[in-house]
């Protein structure tokens, strides 16, 4: 049973692939994605619901391990993977010109990323954890180079090249680990299992440990979009399909950074909150200055969408560094409203994209007047990058500051408050010229005009994306147990 | 057990609130004005009977632990509170009647229509909230709200006022939330109650850092100089009952969080604090009312008449600290008490005028005043009602602004038995303030209504005017009630306003000693008496003159200098008015003018057209925020050298990171 | 709760002060303008003539103006109206008025604001180019003198303690070595200046010109005519009178009725009369030797007062 | 034991002096064949370790390193050498001497910072360890300097190396499965570049990476 729970979601989603792989992009298999994304999100509720009620899962001698983080980590997964999914049908159609091969291969590499990331997760072997990750890498390089054009190719290139420079240096520092827990008596098997490693974390020889953790947080923190290898985000971001830009941003980031989390609660202990919350802070408060400058004379959406993750990863980064169980929560609930706001961001610039042809934010005007639906999802998604009650990202970000006020780190807080300002004075400016600027012609009427089913999934992820601003009670005792895991 | 009435009375309010929004989404245009009007009107009205349930000494208290994640929902109210709700909800009440009638010619936006009761809940919200998160949740739900009201007409100007309100008011939620969450950070506890228990351990240097930067977060929602420069803009952008709701209502909130906070929360503190926020406020009455008196713009010119209004209650905030500071408690009583009641004086006649600027706009199309002008005989009943407005914000005796203006100098008069220079040298400034800005005020309303109202149209649009429709003749009605009540009668208010300041915590000792006080200075003042002898004269004297009249009155032609026509070109505008005023302040408002003479083509003494161009620029603005402005775009423009495309360049930083941790690592060890 | 202080004495001190102020002022009026010819070297006219042009106008048809409206009606009987309440607020030849608590310092000069800015919104309602020109120049003038007066009479309550007028008159008059005091002298010389300016009296505004672009006051009333014309010189002349009273009573209290006796009140109105004539023979003597100024420097004059009237509420903080 | 230790010292020399190889050598061809070099060095490393450490596991682990890092990776490079002829690195962002006199520093770096590992136990093989974290920091030289497409998987894969070399000398390599993992998604790694420098020469018409610039801020 407890094996069937963790195998489920990588199953559904190489099956799919499969599926994929053999009958190619039809009408019959258009859906098979998104049955696969319903698979993984019912499993992860059954997995939320065990895991919260009868503790954690450990299944084939620890190589995989379910805690509530990982279940609240592939509740995530799940949930972005089915607006995504569902609007993969859209995206194939507003593309006609592609050929079969391509739409064969954009699924099938699809439904590998979502089992990557679902392994990912589940890993309970940070080695295992990081050949998933890396996995991700491989599938979706191709997945942002999709469109084939010459810029979707340096993209490509660039993602492929930076990510796995930095995965590499994330591998040295798990080997380090590695030595480190080998010379701590822990056996080849459990010497990278992170909870034995959480729990023998005093015996690791601290030298080592620093170095191994530093590596790590550099490498995980380049997959996460963390400065300073984070160039690649822009890149990708804009290039890649906008379902797969909605995934990559509001999981794959995450992802990444929950195995920060797991790196610093075997870092904390041994070598005290301080380390651990110093790189961090650095990491994540240069990341938010970057994406705030970067944000203010941007002129494609995309990239200002893409500038918006790492202005938001940087946050969680320095929640992460801030490291108390509030904190954690609140990064976590963070993770979950970013996922959603930036999913519903990326899917409708898509849309945006399909109807519109051009990325670039000058030339997109009075879009709440000539395409009013699609202009109130995108501006509610943006709305909520920005920090707006009532949705839930304006919760994350005051228990966030609460949090660092009380852990004295006040002074970090205000300097990413300052820079969250610049970030929102620009992205306030570059979403008002969307959305309101007056067009200085007789703007053309659209082409094609969206049906109102594609739209469906994004008000509810909107809805959604609110209520959890109001109330997080059905998952709060998921989010606190969560939270304990990190701490 | 039966239920606490002003529960029962909150819990109304939000459900007519929600009833409303949800009106303005799915019901057919046929009944949606009236249907969501009235419900929105009937919430504002159980939120107002909340507000008066808390002023009669009602409290009441809820913790609800499942919304609000992360944080959980404090609920309080107390009679401070209740001056808020109260004002809040009469507003949002006469705002909504005056909705159906304007809506009705707008009636295509639903999304207006359906954000703005949410609006007003929110403004609800933010007295009632208890906690630091629930308070700044309500405070930035209202923030969204009212953005999406001023954006709601789409266009640039709507853009641009957007951007500036969205910018600014995120910068006082910076300051609010760093200030609000350290003050909790230190308390250990983010309920009020909590806070307020535990301030007194909090060092002093830190409650000194928390005023800061609370002052700054609430000083620019109340439209504070320098935090101004979104009030202009935004405030008449908006559809003019969301002007009203926002000018009379919303920035209140700023000054409620800063008595809250600052009294209640931080029980006074230090004396540089208020004399910080007197001296800011003094600035704000001044200059606000500056820029008013050169406005031509019907609804910009209201709003900086807001900076002003709000700047006197600020500045009386400040007063009552000193003088709480200074070992007066009765005397600080009386200052706040002079401040709460112009947050009530003012939030009448502006709701008033901004919903006479309403009418204006809504039967001309114009908010220019230089357009304007012979409304009074197209536009009778909200020329009167205007005036009635205007003779308010003009704080003569009779309008609605002389009370508390009156009772603030009482409580100032008294300011000689304060110690320390630095408060007695504060302390003419305020009074002088206080005196330029209601002389300003007079000269800024007797334009506003001269130029506006009087005289002869001049244009084609205020030719055409029409008498606004019942409902809104109905909503300025009752704020014109509202007006006159507080006018006349501004007395009958001290017991409220005494259970107020004493919720306020300014002043920790029995209610009924100084309420004595305060209802004793209430009744010197009898503005009703002198009105009343004052309106009997005038209807005197005209009876007898038209009893010893010989003939009735017959017309006649004007004095045209013996070269007709008369047009009304030669009319003196809203801009011709001001212009002596404007050279009186030259040095203060830096205006740009342009004038552009075109020679006739046979002769250069000839003059073939003369074009005069005027512009009066922020200055505060121009010279605060333009340069960090640039700055930011500067800092842009090196966004564009660190990410410029070269992939060696950005996996160079991975490297050069790399190196610096060895080093590091090793130099450390 | 209006805590009128009404009683056979308070009534007879406020009704014989406004009859006298009402039936004196153009005899001041006239007294002045007689000063003035006489200085200048002319016979000039006889002190009744102000009231020998009121009866005349008076008995004239009411004209309107076309297109004025309620604004232009009212404003002058405003104007006599709250001439005649101020009249009866102020102490001007006893302490005790009928308004007893309600004759409050801020509310008559709000009154008197009041009706300028009645004035002036019916200067604008003629719609001409004269209207506009003085209502907009009255009200520039207005602005700044408004809260001149405000701090003046501040710095005069906030020793007293109170803004009541009979009160602080009483004070005034119990202990006269306040009234040397520096604050009250730096406010009495801002007032001075501001009562020049509120009267449209030169250097201000001159109340004998016709010259259309040098004109304040007269541009603004051009339209008045008849019943209507009279009024507004009465109102203009009541005020006058009443902020002269107002400045000698606070300023030199002496003679002013303090208690109860008719005699005391006698002497008090007979006094009153003498210094009212007395401070309007100097002012008029004043204007022979003074020429206008120019408008754009009004302003600075009044700016000038303005900062007398902070120093003096400085130093009734500071000094007293 | 004296004996094996001498086997580990020349294995891990040409393991180092084939990446410093790299840094000198300019062109692609030689790169390749540089790489075999290393990866029969690196495959040596574990020989001798199985030996020193009696772990018979550890001669199949070296066996597949062998096999992916002596002859299939630098067979994949080597045949998109062969595919164009331009690929030679003219001139790279740092000269060779430059370069050069930088691996110099970045050894000694290495050295410096890998005394906590080598603290940790004072065994030849972790004497020795410095010199993987060299070859790391070297390819990461390389990735950053060189021109070329090709070059740059050049270097990913001496990072590579250097991280597999690092996990032998430290604790005789990571768990089999572990390894496995890695090799595979290096191995996919190097692919997708592979495919990606072959579009990226049918797009741009070369595969010089100052040409990737049109995506920036």
């Not at chain 2, 209202?142 to 641009?160: D, H, I, K, W």
């Not at chain 2, 009455?285 to 700047?311: F, H, M, P, W």
Request: proline share 4%; hydrophobic share 55%; net charge neutral.
């Amino acid at each position: 049973m407890d094996a069937l729970l963790l195998l489920t979601p990588v199953g559904a989603a190489s099956l799919a692939a499969a599926v994929y792989l053999l009958l190619g992009w039809r009408r019959i298999t258009a859906h098979v994605a998104s049955a696969a994304s319903a698979i993984i999100l019912a499993d992860a509720i059954a997995l939320a619901v065990h895991v919260t009620r009868r503790g954690p899962i450990d299944v084939a001698s620890g190589w995989l391990h379910a805690d509530a983080l990982s279940a609240f980590m592939l509740l995530g997964i799940g949930t972005i993977a089915l607006i995504a999914t569902a609007a993969s049908p859209a995206y194939l159609a507003s593309h006609d010109g592609e050929r079969d091969g391509s739409r064969r291969r954009y699924a099938v590499l699809v439904c590998l990323f979502l089992a990557a990331m679902a392994t990912a997760v589940l890993a309970g072997n940070l080695g295992l954890a990081w050949i998933a990750i890396e996995a991700t890498t491989i599938v979706t390089a191709f997945l942002v180079g999709h469109t084939g054009s010459r810029t979707a190719l340096e993209a490509a290139w660039k993602y492929t090249v930076i990510c796995s420079t930095g995965i590499a240096l994330a591998l040295l520092g798990l080997v380090m680990l590695y030595d480190a827990a080998r010379h701590a008596n822990l056996t080849e098997t459990d010497a990278l299992n992170y909870t034995l490693l959480t729990a023998h974390a005093h015996d690791l020889d601290t030298g080592v440990l620093r170095m191994a953790v530093a590596f790590l947080l550099l490498g995980f923190g380049a997959k996460a979009g963390l400065a300073p290898l984070h160039s690649w985000l822009p890149d990708a971001h804009s290039q890649a399909p906008a379902p797969v830009s909605a995934l990559m941003s509001g999981v794959l980031l995450p992802v990444a950074l929950s195995q920060i989390l797991r790196v610093t609660a075997i870092a904390n202990p041994a070598l005290g909150t301080g380390y651990a919350r110093t790189l961090l802070t650095v990491m994540g408060l240069g990341t938010l200055l970057l994406a705030a400058i970067a944000l203010i004379r941007q002129r494609d959406y995309k990239r200002m969408l893409a500038y918006s993750s790492m202005e938001h990863m940087g946050l969680i980064a320095i929640g992460a560094a801030i490291g108390t169980p509030l904190a954690l929560a609140a990064i976590l609930l963070h993770i979950a409203g970013h996922g959603l706001a930036k999913a519903v961001a990326f899917t409708s610039a898509g849309h945006i994209l399909a109807t519109e042809h051009t990325t670039s934010i000058d030339r997109v005007k009075a879009l709440a007047r000539r395409q009013p639906v699609l202009a109130g999802i995108f501006a509610a998604a943006l709305l909520a990058l920005l920090g707006f009650p009532p949705f839930s990202l304006f919760a994350s970000e005051l228990a966030l500051a609460r949090a660092g006020f009380a852990a004295h780190l006040g002074l970090v807080i205000a300097a990413a408050l300052i820079l969250l300002l610049i970030a929102f004075a620009a992205l306030a400016h570059h979403g008002g010229r969307m959305l309101l600027a007056d067009a200085d012609h007789d703007a053309p009427a659209p082409s094609p005009a969206l049906s109102t089913r594609a739209y469906t999934p994004l008000i509810t992820a909107v809805v959604v994306l609110a209520a959890l601003g109001i109330t997080v009670y059905p998952i709060s005792s998921l989010l606190n147990a969560a939270a304990g895991v990190g701490h | 057990m039966s239920a606490n009435p002003v529960a029962v009375a909150l819990a109304v309010a939000g459900g007519f609130g929600l009833v409303a929004s949800t009106g303005a989404l799915v019901l057919p245009a046929r009944i949606r004005v009236l249907a969501t009007g009235g419900s929105a009107a009937a919430s504002g009205t159980a939120g107002a009977a909340a507000g008066a349930l808390a002023l009669s000494g009602r409290t009441y208290a809820a913790h609800l632990p499942n919304l609000l994640p992360l944080g959980g929902v404090y609920l309080r109210v107390d009679a401070l509170a209740g001056v808020f709700l109260a004002v809040t909800g009469a507003v949002f009440a006469v705002a909504a009647v005056y909705g159906i009638g304007y809506f009705r010619g707008h009636g295509s936006n639903r999304a207006v229509q359906a954000v703005w009761p949410l609006f007003a809940l929110s403004l609800l919200l933010v007295p009632v909230a208890a906690s630091v998160s629930t308070l700044l949740y309500a405070w930035e739900l209202m923030a969204l709200t009212s953005l999406l009201l001023v954006c709601a007409g789409g266009g640039e100007q709507a853009r641009s006022a957007g951007l500036w309100y969205a910018v600014m008011t995120h910068l006082g939620l910076v300051a609010l939330l760093a200030g609000l969450v350290w003050l909790a950070a230190a308390a250990h506890t983010e309920t009020f109650a909590g806070i307020a228990a535990a301030s007194g351990s909090i060092s002093p240097a830190v409650k000194g850092a928390v005023f800061v930067l609370v002052l700054a977060g609430f000083g620019s929602k109340a439209g504070m100089v320098p935090l101004h420069a979104w009030l202009p803009r935004a405030h008449p952008e908006a559809p003019s009952p969301v002007s009203a709701v926002m000018s009379a209502a919303m920035v209140n909130l700023g000054v409620y969080g800063l008595v809250r906070v600052g009294f209640g929360l931080l029980h006074g503190g230090s004396r540089w604090w208020w004399l910080t926020a007197l001296l800011l406020g003094a600035l704000s009455a001044v200059y606000g009312i500056i820029q008013a008196a050169v406005e031509t713009d019907l609804k910009r010119l209201l709003a900086y008449s807001t900076v002003e209004n709000l700047g006197l209650i600020l500045l009386a905030v400040g007063a009552a600290g000193i003088l709480s500071d200074s070992g007066q408690p009765v005397l600080a009583a009386l200052a706040l008490a002079a401040g709460l009641l112009h947050v009530a004086t003012h939030a009448a006649f502006k709701t008033l005028l901004f919903l006479g600027a309403g009418s204006v706009l809504h039967a001309t199309g114009t908010r220019d005043l230089d357009e304007l002008g012979g409304l009074r005989t197209r536009m009778p009943v909200t020329t009167g009602l205007f005036a009635l407005g205007a003779l308010g914000a003009a704080a003569l005796p009779g309008g609605a602004g002389f009370p508390s203006e009156w009772l603030l100098l009482q409580s100032l008069i008294h300011a000689r038995v304060i110690s320390g220079a630095a408060a007695l040298v504060m302390l003419p400034v305020a009074v002088g303030a206080i005196a330029l800005s209601a002389g300003l005020a007079v000269a800024t309303f007797v334009k506003a209504l001269g130029t506006g109202f009087l005289a002869k149209p001049r244009s084609a649009r205020a030719e055409h005017a029409h008498e606004a429709s019942g409902p809104m003749l109905a909503g300025l009605g009752i704020a014109a009630v509202a007006c006159l009540a507080l006018a006349l009668v501004p007395g009958t208010s001290a017991p409220a306003l005494a259970r107020a300041v004493n919720a306020a915590g300014l002043y920790v000792g029995g209610l009924p000693e100084y309420a004595d006080r305060l209802t004793a200075i209430g009744s010197t003042l009898s503005p009703l008496l002198v009105v009343a002898v004052v309106v009997l004269l005038v209807l005197a004297i005209k009876a007898l003159l038209k009893i010893t009249a010989r003939a009735p009155r017959r017309a006649a032609p004007l004095w045209d200098c013996g070269a007709p026509p008369l047009t009304a070109r030669m009319e003196y505008t809203a801009t011709s008015f001001a212009e002596p005023l404007q050279r009186v302040f030259d040095d203060v408002i830096a205006p740009e003018s342009d004038l552009d003479v075109t020679q006739h083509d046979e002769s250069e003494y000839l003059v073939a057209r003369v074009a005069y161009s005027r512009a009066v620029p922020d200055r505060i603005e121009h010279r605060l925020y333009l340069p960090v402005v640039h700055t930011v775009r500067r800092a842009g423009r090196m966004a564009t050298h660190v990410a410029n495309g070269s992939v060696h360049r950005y996996l160079g930083y991975g490297f050069c990171a790399v190196i610096v941790l060895l080093v590091v690592l090793a130099a450390a060890r | 709760m209006n805590e009128l202080d009404i009683t056979a004495r308070t009534m007879t001190v406020s009704v014989v002060q406004v009859l006298v102020v009402l039936l004196g002022s153009p005899l001041l009026v006239g007294l002045m303008r007689f000063v003035r010819a006489r200085m200048e070297g002319r016979v000039g006219a006889g002190v009744l003539q102000p009231w020998r042009d009121t009866v005349k106008l008076l008995r004239k048809h009411r004209l309107d103006p076309e297109g004025t409206g309620p604004a232009f009606r009212t404003a002058p009987v405003l104007g006599v109206a709250v001439g005649a309440v101020a009249a009866g607020a102020i102490p001007l030849m006893a302490t005790g008025t009928a308004f007893g608590t309600g004759a409050d310092m801020i509310a008559v000069i709000g009154l008197l604001a009041l009706a300028s800015a009645a004035l002036a919104l019916a200067g604008l309602d003629t719609a001409t180019a004269f209207g506009g020109m003085g209502a907009s120049r009255e009200m520039t003038i207005a602005a700044l003198a408004e809260p001149t007066i405000l701090m003046a009479v501040f710095a005069l309550s906030a020793r007293v303690g109170s803004t009541n007028l009979p009160a602080i008159v009483a004070a005034g008059a119990a202990g006269a070595s306040r009234l040397a005091s520096p604050a009250s002298l730096l406010a009495a010389v801002a007032l001075a200046v501001v009562v020049l300016a509120e009267c449209g009296r030169l250097p201000v505004d001159n109340p004998a010109t016709h010259l259309e672009l040098t004109m304040v006051h007269e541009a603004m009333v051009l339209e008045y005519s008849g019943p209507d014309l009279a009024l507004v010189e009465l109102g203009a002349a009541m005020r006058l009178t009443v902020l002269l009273g107002l400045w000698s009573s606070l300023f030199v209290p002496f003679g002013i009725a303090t208690g109860t006796g008719l005699g005391v009140l006698l002497l008090g109105l007979l006094v009153f009369a003498a210094k009212t004539a007395v401070l309007g023979c100097v002012l008029a003597a004043g204007e022979v030797f003074m020429a206008k100024l120019r408008l754009f420097r009004v302003p600075e004059l009044l700016a000038g007062s303005f900062l007398l009237g902070v120093l003096a509420v400085a130093a009734s903080f500071f000094l007293d | 034991m004296n004996a094996d230790a001498e086997w580990l010292d020349v294995a891990c020399g040409a393991f180092l002096l084939a990446a410093v190889g790299v840094v000198w050598r300019r062109d692609a061809a030689a790169s390749s064949r540089l790489l075999a070099v290393q990866g029969a060095a690196l495959a040596a490393i574990a020989v001798v370790l199985g030996a020193d450490r009696h772990h018979p596991e550890l001669y199949a682990v070296a066996a597949g390193v062998g096999l992916l890092r002596a002859v299939v990776l630098p067979g994949i490079l080597r045949r998109a050498v062969t595919a164009s002829t331009e690929d030679r690195e003219t001139r790279p962002l740092m000269n060779v001497g430059a370069s050069l006199l930088a691996t110099a520093g970045l050894v000694l770096l290495a050295y410096v910072a890998a005394t906590p590992m080598v603290r940790l136990e004072n065994t030849p093989a972790a004497r020795a360890l410095p010199v993987g974290l060299a070859v790391v920091l070297i390819g990461m030289l390389v990735l950053v300097t060189r021109r070329k497409a090709l070059s740059q998987v050049t270097g990913f894969l001496l990072l590579d190396n250097g991280i597999t070399a690092i996990a032998f000398l430290a604790a005789a390599g990571v768990p089999l499965l572990v390894e496995f993992g890695v090799s595979f998604d290096l191995l996919l790694a190097v692919l997708v570049l592979r495919v990606l420098t072959t579009r990226l020469r049918a797009s741009f018409g070369s595969a010089d990476l100052d040409d990737l610039r049109e995506l920036h801020d």
